[in-house]
């Protein structure tokens, strides 16, 4: 079964959002150097190699823009649909990471 909204706390979260494309609007005031254009035109945060949007701090696991954000992470609500289908499709995704590395390993 789903989480419940009440289960949900960005505390007690990897930034499981800050993994999704975020497109910037017109009106967001991000750093230029976090900012990258897609082939078909919008303009977005960038994101590292694992995925991460660059803005997120990882030691502390949060965003290091946060008083700048755009909009569209603004909007983002903690325990919506949205939030819980995105972690719920983390954790399956972590799942099914971690028995692979089991299989890796040599049998004695
Ligand atoms: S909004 Fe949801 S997915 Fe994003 S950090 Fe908070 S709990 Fe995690
Ligand atoms: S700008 Fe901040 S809140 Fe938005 S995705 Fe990046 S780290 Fe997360």
Not at 24 to 32: G, S, T, Y
Not at 95 to 108: M, V
Request: charge should be neutral; glycine fraction near 4%; proline fraction near 6%.
């Amino acid at each position: 079964m789903g989480e419940k909204r009440s289960e949900v706390s960005c505390s007690r979260c990897d930034a499981v959002c800050c993994r999704l494309t975020v497109v910037l609007m017109p009106e967001d005031n991000v750093p230029r150097h976090m900012v990258e254009r897609l082939v078909d035109g919008p303009e977005v945060m960038a994101r590292d190699e694992e995925g991460w949007c660059v803005a997120v701090d990882h030691s502390r696991m949060c965003c290091s823009i946060y008083d700048q954000r755009p909009g569209v992470c603004r909007k983002f609500a903690m325990g919506s649909a949205y939030c819980r289908s995105e972690r719920a499709a983390y954790r399956e995704m972590q799942a099914q990471a971690i028995p692979l590395a089991l299989i890796d390993e040599p049998r004695r």
